[in-house]
C-alpha cells in the first residue's frame, strides 16, 4: 500500500514540477488506473504499456498531451531508469574484482 502512494505522490510532485494543470488527486486515481490497466498487457516492468496508460489517463483528466507526455517520461526516468544505475555500478564493480 505504501509503495503506490509513494509512487503517486511522484507523479504528482513531477506534474507539479512540469506545470501540469491536473489536480493531485487526478494524478493519484490515473497512476493507480494505469498501473490496474498494465496488468491487461504484461511486459516487463510495463515499459512501453505504463507510459502509454499515464499519458492517455492524464490526457482525459484535463492536461495538454505534450505536457503529459513530459511528465510521464520524466516520472518513469526517475522511478524505473534512474534506480539502475547504482545496481548497474554495483555489478560493474564486482565482475572487475572477479566476484562474480
Same mark, same amino acid.
Given at each position: ?6 509512487? *503517486?505522490?511522484?507523479? /504528482? ?6 506545470? !501540469? ?10 497512476? $493507480? *488506473? ?19 496508460? $499515464? /499519458?492517455?489517463? !492524464? ?12 511528465? /510521464? ?28
Amino acid at each position: 500500500l505504501a509503495f503506490p502512494a509513494l509512487q *503517486a505522490s511522484a507523479l /504528482v510532485l513531477v506534474g507539479r514540477s512540469l506545470g !501540469l494543470e491536473v489536480p493531485a488527486g487526478h494524478l493519484a486515481v490515473a497512476y $493507480l *488506473a494505469a498501473t490496474v490497466a498494465v496488468a491487461l498487457v504484461p511486459t516487463p516492468g510495463g515499459i512501453g504499456s505504463v507510459e502509454a496508460a $499515464l /499519458v492517455v489517463a !492524464l490526457v482525459a483528466a484535463g492536461g495538454p498531451a505534450a505536457v503529459a507526455t513530459a511528465v /510521464v517520461l520524466a516520472f518513469r526516468l526517475l522511478t524505473v531508469w534512474l534506480p539502475l544505475l547504482p545496481g548497474a555500478l554495483t555489478l560493474a564493480a564486482l565482475v572487475r574484482l572477479r566476484v562474480i
